[in-house]
């Protein structure tokens, strides 16, 4: 089984990155990925990475395709794969309105918009874009893209090398995974194709602290209208529900929810919630670190790795 890892999605200290990483190539993890929650940049926090591991593969999870020009996505990208001499993973995302709309980008049709970029990163990297040429001799990179429904699931399949969706139930998970297998069926790569899945972690042998923690800490993303879409989509209507009337998520999200979406409680248990991920299809599940309770980055992390090995 291989498994990844994010670095924590709103972003910790250079020192604690680089610790990360160090931890991550002397643990059976199989990849490292950087969140990109402004202003944490997940490709330079994937360069860190990269120069504080040997065989630890590293990637973006997620880049958002709206903040970079194709051309910089691949040549940044190239420069990573050639310092690691082929270790990257390039995930890349729409983000989400709220967030797009802040900073003023129109996202247009997110399926579309993804599609062209995947294509044209691609293309600058492999050689075969008509625009530019970027004349350097890389290994190529492996493009996963973020989804959480069908349409994208398929569009994955099609264009991409991964999936990456998150808060996904395994139910959902096998529903994407038949999208992908139809995406694939029409496809020109010839590539493997990994399928992810992401899993927030509260570990801590006090459940209900951990309980507590996972459902503070996900309120945040039942906000966003993607997500709500997925948790409709993995059984979870009622608590959108609740939500679109007017209840806070963190009294909406139940412990029911939390412990079916993500790693949470003792060692033992989230062990069992990985491997029912790994049977629903995950090849690679990426676990998202998060604190129960005051532990500290580099102290979550070491906890993901004893659920690791």
């Given at each position: 089984?291989?498994?990844?890892?994010?670095?924590?999605?709103?972003?910790?200290?250079?020192?604690?990155?680089?610790?990360?990483?160090?931890?991550?190539?002397?643990?059976?993890?199989?990849?490292?990925?950087s969140?990109?929650?402004?202003?944490?940049?997940?490709?330079?926090?994937?360069?860190?990475?990269?120069?504080y591991?040997?065989?630890?593969?590293?990637?973006?999870?997620?880049?958002?395709?709206?903040?970079?020009?194709?051309?910089?996505?691949?040549?940044?990208?190239?420069?990573?794969?050639?310092?690691?001499?082929?270790?990257?993973?390039?995930?890349?995302?729409?983000?989400?309105?709220?967030?797009?709309a802040?900073?003023?980008?129109?996202?247009?049709?997110?399926?579309?918009?993804m599609?062209?970029?995947?294509?044209?990163?691609?293309?600058?990297?492999?050689?075969?874009?008509?625009?530019?040429?970027?004349?350097?001799?890389?290994e190529?990179?492996?493009?996963?893209?973020?989804?959480?429904?069908?349409?994208?699931?398929?569009?994955?399949?099609?264009?991409?090398?991964?999936?990456?969706?998150?808060?996904?139930?395994?139910?959902?998970?096998?529903?994407?995974?038949?999208?992908?297998?139809?995406?694939?069926?029409?496809?020109?790569?010839?590539?493997?194709?990994?399928?992810?899945?992401?899993?927030?972690?509260?570990?801590?042998?006090?459940?209900?602290?951990?309980?507590?923690?996972?459902?503070?800490?996900?309120?945040?993303?039942a906000?966003?209208?993607?997500?709500?879409?997925?948790?409709?989509?993995?059984?979870?209507?009622?608590?959108?529900?609740?939500?679109?009337?007017?209840?806070?998520?963190?009294?909406?999200?139940?412990?029911?929810?939390?412990?079916?979406?993500?790693?949470?409680?003792?060692?033992?248990?989230?062990?069992?919630?990985?491997?029912?991920?790994?049977?629903?299809?995950?090849?690679?599940?990426?676990?998202?670190?998060?604190?129960?309770?005051?532990?500290?980055?580099?102290?979550?992390?070491?906890?993901?790795?004893?659920?690791?090995?």
């Amino acid at each position: 089984m291989k498994v990844g890892v994010t670095t924590p999605v709103w972003g910790c200290s250079i020192e604690n990155l680089i610790g990360i990483a160090k931890l991550a190539e002397d643990s059976p993890v199989d990849a490292l990925f950087s969140p990109e929650v402004p202003p944490y940049s997940a490709l330079s926090n994937a360069q860190i990475f990269a120069e504080y591991t040997k065989e630890t593969k590293v990637g973006t999870w997620i880049a958002n395709i709206y903040l970079r020009h194709p051309v910089m996505c691949a040549a940044e990208s190239m420069n990573i794969q050639e310092l690691t001499s082929g270790r990257l993973i390039l995930g890349l995302g729409v983000s989400h309105k709220p967030v797009n709309a802040r900073l003023g980008i129109d996202m247009g049709d997110p399926i579309e918009s993804m599609r062209n970029y995947v294509n044209s990163v691609r293309s600058y990297i492999d050689g075969s874009s008509d625009q530019i040429s970027l004349k350097r001799k890389v290994e190529p990179v492996p493009i996963f893209i973020a989804g959480l429904t069908e349409k994208t699931a398929e569009l994955a399949g099609e264009v991409a090398d991964g999936l990456m969706p998150y808060l996904a139930s395994a139910d959902h998970l096998k529903v994407l995974k038949s999208s992908v297998d139809k995406g694939r069926s029409s496809s020109s790569l010839s590539s493997d194709f990994t399928m992810t899945t992401g899993l927030p972690s509260f570990i801590s042998d006090d459940i209900e602290l951990a309980t507590q923690s996972a459902i503070k800490g996900l309120s945040g993303y039942a906000r966003l209208p993607f997500y709500q879409r997925v948790l409709k989509l993995s059984g979870y209507e009622e608590v959108v529900k609740n939500i679109e009337d007017g209840m806070n998520p963190a009294e909406a999200l139940t412990p029911e929810l939390v412990g079916d979406l993500a790693l949470v409680g003792p060692v033992s248990k989230c062990k069992e919630t990985l491997a029912k991920f790994v049977s629903a299809g995950a090849d690679m599940p990426i676990i998202t670190p998060n604190p129960v309770g005051k532990q500290s980055p580099l102290e979550v992390m070491e906890k993901i790795i004893e659920v690791v090995k």
